[in-house]
């Protein structure tokens, strides 16, 4: 697996095309972004009207996608890397080159906003909450998952876990991590009130995960689950305020 940050600064994005081989891989370098998935979708309810989209932004190469299957939703995934959006419309998602500050969709279009483990990497994680609830239709669910900006985060997800063998290098810039009590205030300011709860993996199954990777052995995944504490890992989750139709009687913005 190429290290990620052997040449190219922390949090290039530039890195993702390097790795771009490895986000389907269930033991590559991406493992873990396949766990956040599965949690994050678990969030999800079906859909509740015909013609429901979600939009998820910064979607890599569509790892939520196999998740929410059957769920009811136009996928559409919001991406910088091109090689990521490749792979993720192989997997029925109606992608989007754009940048998740400024998403070229109608506001009000999105029954759904999945942002996950994309606001720590963002020079500007406030706007990219303000466009992720300009998006949002009123009534409708915002998803995430992000790093805290705290010292025991940037111990386990930079000094420590950059040095597993399944971690890219340079993958994070600590700088970038999200207060929680910050984003939760950001995103009251847009009739979003967002509900916080840490999570992690199961610390038991990573390690046998990781030793059974050394073999080149499969088995069961592990999965993330909910913690007492959200000073490393975090969820959010959060619907926008208001009726789900305008006063007028005409539904919110459509994706084209």
């Known amino acids: 697996m190429p290290e990620a940050g052997r040449t190219l600064p922390r949090n290039d994005p530039r890195q993702y095309d390097d790795l771009a ?6 033991d590559g370098a991406f493992a873990m972004l396949h766990w956040l998935a599965a949690s994050r979708a678990a969030l ?3 859909a509740s009207r015909p013609g429901a989209v979600l939009v998820d932004l910064g ?18 995934g919001v991406d910088l890397t091109g090689s990521a959006l490749r792979q993720a419309a192989g997997h029925g998602v109606a992608v989007l ?23 720590e990497h963002v020079p500007d994680w406030r706007t990219v ?12 669910l915002l998803v995430l998952d992000t790093l805290n900006d705290t010292a025991l985060s940037r111990l386990l997800a930079v000094h420590i876990g950059e040095r597993l063998p399944a971690v890219p290098r340079g993958i994070h810039d600590p700088r970038l ?18 509900r916080l709860r840490g999570i992690r993996p199961q610390l038991i199954r990573v390690l046998g995960w990781l030793a059974r990777r050394a073999r080149g052995v499969g088995g069961v995944p592990p999965r993330i689950v909910p913690t007492w504490s959200t000073a490393v890992l975090y969820q959010g989750w959060g619907r926008r305020e208001g009726d789900q ?7 919110e913005g459509t994706v084209a």
């Open 59 to 76: 979607c890599g190469a569509g790892l939520l996608a196999p998740h929410l299957a059957g769920k009811g939703y136009r996928h559409v």
């Open 97 to 119: 080159n754009a940048d998740a500050t400024a998403v070229p969709l109608a506001s009000g279009c999105a029954d759904v906003v999945a942002a996950g483990e994309l606001l």
């Open 245 to 251: 139709t305008r006063t007028d009687g005409s539904e």
């Open 129 to 140: 909450v303000a466009e992720a609830c300009r998006l949002l239709r009123p009534g409708g």
């Open 21 to 26: 081989g490895e986000w389907w891989r269930p």
């Open 177 to 194: 991590f999200v207060d929680a009590r910050a984003l939760a205030a950001e995103c009251a300011r847009y009739g979003v009130n967002l």
């Open 44 to 46: 999800v309810p079906a």
